[in-house]
């Protein structure tokens, strides 16, 4: 059973910074891509930022590149979101992503934290 330790979040003025963290465990062959998405309220879900385990990709949404950085351990199962230079529109409910592919493709899902955005 996967299981998601997500931690950071909260609330922060703009052009503040945070952080997410979150670890996955509960599984350990295939590969992975493992990440963030975020949903604000009347949104669809965003694709936010992610490291790929296939490639050693990092991917990031055009409305966070040069803001957000992402990072991993050597283990690849642990993620960490550096977010710089917030804006109102990154308020959000951040959902932390998994998806395992051995080779089917599964996708696991975090209890989601929430970032405010807010002076």
């Known amino acids: 059973e996967v299981q998601f330790v997500e931690s950071g979040g909260g609330l922060v003025q703009p052009g503040g910074s945070l952080r997410l963290s979150c670890t996955a465990s509960?599984?350990?062959?295939?590969?992975?891509?493992i990440g963030w998405f975020r949903q604000a309220p009347g949104n669809e879900c965003e694709r936010v930022s992610d490291?790929?385990?296939?490639?050693?990709?990092?991917y990031y949404a055009d409305s966070v590149k040069g803001r957000f950085t992402i990072s991993t351990n050597s283990a690849k199962n642990t993620v960490t979101l550096r977010m710089n230079n917030l804006k109102p529109g990154d308020t959000a409910v951040y959902y932390c992503?998994?998806?395992?592919?051995?080779?089917?493709?599964?996708?696991?899902w975090g209890q989601g934290t929430q970032v405010t955005v807010s002076s």
């Open positions: 992503n998994l998806e395992h592919r051995s080779p089917d493709i599964v996708n696991y």
């Open positions: 509960g599984f350990n062959f295939g590969d992975w891509r």
């Open positions: 490291f790929d385990t296939r490639d050693g990709g990092a």
